[in-house]
């Protein structure tokens, strides 16, 4: 049995409540205001814009305009934020490679929450992307002390339910970590540029970690970086923020991995971000009056024309230093963890002026998206993997249907895609609501929306495509003229219809799982160890 059933991450888990005197679940210390991101604990978001200012997740919105076709949870706000997706969004408008990739943990049954994943890697297949999803047996196993035959029933369950909802299996990849024997090879290969410290960091590991479980994290790396072992290219990764700590992790990793970072500069000393704005300032204003501007010359221009600063004083010291130098802007290759024949190969193959140094090279007539591409080709040609860094989209948790935390290890306050349909039913008539103490309150006031729990099932599911339906739903209640009985009862029947479909489905995609390479009778030894 599940080791320790309150400690719930499933992807749809949370307590989304939003007032602050909310208690969180038995496993978290964290208060309702705390945004507390961690992949194996009880999973608060009480406030998804903290989200952007502490974490840096970027807000969705600011990239929907650049997305083909947007799926209704991008247009409902569902799918509230990424990091770096822009890429993705590029490569599926122009019709270039991408690749999407999602991983579940068979903890459980299947249910709503995991449904809103299944969906997102299926927008992507059907937008162009290649697409993997992988039972993750191994952290299941290491994390959450399941045993294997549990592990090979659930991820039966998973399967049938994707299958089920639309992905195309002759077109995708589905697999397990156990036996994906790539994903292992570069798991350890990660794991060479992963250190004990960041887990410590990161996920609050300490010496009574199971190696097993730090095991499961490069796996988990080496799982968003899988689709790009064959070439590099735009991967995005689907999950609920508490996942986040390993996406930085893993775009970390992928960065460590490059043989070559690709930066501008202007002269032959270093110098960072800030600094360089600086010197960019100083160029762009000296070079209309001459040929060659000198280090010494724009030193002085700083010092003139811009306030003091810690970066401003930093770039005059250093363009002192270099006196008659000439300032020129130009793309630099810094040595990371290239061997000296890729070294020697990239020297070879920059076209025009180049100035070769100890640790970097030079090169004056190319700009940073060609420099960034041959440094990947490089490094490619020369056994390296050329990672680009893994994107991700995040979406909301969904609410409880009993109100607070939506958890797998409390059957009334999810769904199940396996519950019987008319448990399904049962289910949501029983579902609190955002709506009045009475029926004349609530046509009075309108009911409340936006805390309602049951206008959640029909924003991420039940409305389905029709945003018609799903506005009419919301403007109806919170005007004032839908009351919860109705409304409840519409959509507990649309639930009883959802789940016998889709139960249909997997019985007929039964067949098609027998058929594919992917073994869920995993004839494995050993039970899950003490600690985890
Ligand atoms: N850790 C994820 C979970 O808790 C499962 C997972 C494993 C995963 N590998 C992944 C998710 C790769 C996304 C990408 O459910
Ligand atoms: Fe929720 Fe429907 Fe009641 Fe509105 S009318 S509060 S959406 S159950």
């Not at 009883?496 to 995993?522: C, G, P, T, Y």
Request: proline share 5%; glycine share 8%; charged share 30%.
């Amino acid at each position: 049995m599940t080791r320790d059933d309150s400690r719930d991450a499933n992807p749809a888990s949370d307590d989304d409540s939003s007032d602050s005197t909310t208690v969180t679940d038995g496993g978290s210390a964290a208060g309702a205001d705390d945004v507390a991101l961690d992949p194996w604990g009880s999973s608060t978001v009480s406030d998804y814009r903290k989200l952007f200012e502490e974490f840096g997740i970027e807000s969705f919105d600011e990239v929907i305009d650049e997305v083909p076709n947007p799926h209704y949870l991008m247009r409902r706000g569902v799918i509230f934020g990424h990091r770096d997706y822009r890429p993705v969004a590029e490569a599926l408008r122009e019709g270039e490679d991408a690749a999407v990739l999602s991983g579940f943990m068979p903890t459980g049954d299947p249910h709503i929450g995991h449904k809103l994943v299944f969906d997102e890697i299926i927008w992507h297949q059907q937008a162009g992307a290649d697409a993997y999803a992988l039972i993750a047996d191994l952290e299941a196993h290491s994390a959450r002390g399941l045993s294997w035959d549990e592990i090979d029933e659930h991820a039966r369950d998973y399967l049938l339910s994707l299958l089920a909802l639309g992905f195309d299996p002759e077109d995708g990849e589905l697999y397990r970590q156990s036996t994906n024997r790539e994903v292992q090879d570069l798991a350890f290969e990660l794991g060479s540029n992963a250190r004990f410290a960041e887990f410590e960091g990161i996920y609050g590991f300490d010496g009574e970690t199971s190696v097993s479980h730090m095991q499961s994290v490069v796996t988990q790396m080496a799982d968003i970086l899988y689709p790009q072992l064959e070439e590099p290219k735009p991967t995005v990764i689907p999950v609920g923020p508490d996942q986040d700590p390993h996406m930085r992790l893993a775009r970390d990793v992928a960065a460590r991995m490059r043989s070559f970072k690709v930066t501008e500069a202007y002269a032959s000393f270093e110098a960072d971000a800030e600094e360089r704005d600086h010197l960019a300032a100083a160029y762009a204003a000296l070079s209309d009056d001459t040929d060659t501007v000198r280090c010494e010359d724009a030193a002085d221009w700083l010092d003139r024309e811009m306030a003091p600063d810690a970066a401003r004083d930093a770039a005059i010291d250093k363009l002192r230093a270099a006196g008659k130098e000439p300032l020129r802007p130009r793309v630099r290759f810094l040595d990371r963890n290239a061997t000296d024949e890729a070294f020697d190969a990239l020297i070879e193959s920059i076209p025009g002026e180049k100035r070769r140094y100890d640790e970097h090279i030079d090169a004056f007539d190319m700009d940073r998206t060609e420099a960034e591409e041959l440094a990947r080709d490089v490094e490619v040609d020369h056994g390296g993997y050329g990672f680009l860094p893994p994107s991700s989209i995040y979406h909301r948790f969904m609410t409880g249907l009993t109100g607070g935390k939506m958890s797998s290890s409390v059957p009334a306050s999810h769904i199940s895609l396996l519950d019987d349909p008319e448990d399904g039913y049962d289910k949501v008539k029983s579902a609190t609501t955002g709506g009045r103490e009475t029926a004349e309150k609530q046509r009075e006031l309108g009911g409340e929306a936006d805390e309602c729990p049951v206008y959640e099932l029909y924003a991420y599911l039940l409305s389905g495509d029709d945003d018609e339906f799903a506005a009419e739903v919301y403007e109806e209640c919170v005007g004032g003229e839908r009351l919860c009985g109705g409304c409840k009862e519409q959509a507990a029947e649309l639930m009883q219809e959802f789940l016998e479909e889709h139960q249909e489905k997997r019985a007929e995609m039964v067949a098609v799982l027998d058929d594919l390479d992917i073994d869920l009778d995993s004839d494995r030894q050993g039970v899950p160890g003490g600690e985890h």
